[in-house]
């Protein structure tokens, strides 16, 4: 069983910065990619950004250039630092990972609130 963990999320004001963690555990054979989505109320999950096992990486076109996301597949672990985050990126953000385990699959974490002020 693989599981996903995040943490970092929290209330900061615009123009602020935070720094989201994400840690893959359990019966992992191989990650080929881990990545963050968000969701705003009354809105669709939307990509924010995703890291390959070999560090190539994609962001979302509202998030480049404030937003970095960086791997350490040593530790299953993925991180997503964002910087000058304005109110309308607040929204829950979701760790996912296309994991080789057992079986192939994609995992989703459980959500961490990112709420920014005005």
């Known amino acids: 069983q693989v599981q996903l963990v995040e943490s970092g999320g929290g209330y900061v004001q615009a123009g602020g910065s935070l720094r989201l963690s994400c840690a893959a555990s359990?019966?992992?054979?191989?990650?080929?990619?881990m990545g963050w989505y968000r969701q705003a109320p009354g809105k669709q999950r939307e990509l924010v950004a995703v890291?390959?096992?070999?560090?190539?990486?994609n962001y979302a076109d509202s998030v480049k250039g404030r937003f970095t996301i960086s791997g350490d597949y040593a530790k299953n672990t993925v991180y997503l630092l964002m910087n000058s985050l304005r109110p309308e990126d607040t929204a829950v953000y979701y760790c996912?990972?296309?994991?080789?385990?057992?079986?192939?699959?994609?995992?989703w974490g459980q959500g961490t609130q990112v709420t920014v002020s005005s």
């Open positions: 359990g019966s992992i054979r191989r990650i080929d990619h």
């Open positions: 890291i390959s096992s070999g560090g190539s990486t």
């Open positions: 996912n990972a296309f994991i080789v385990s057992g079986t192939v699959g994609v995992y």
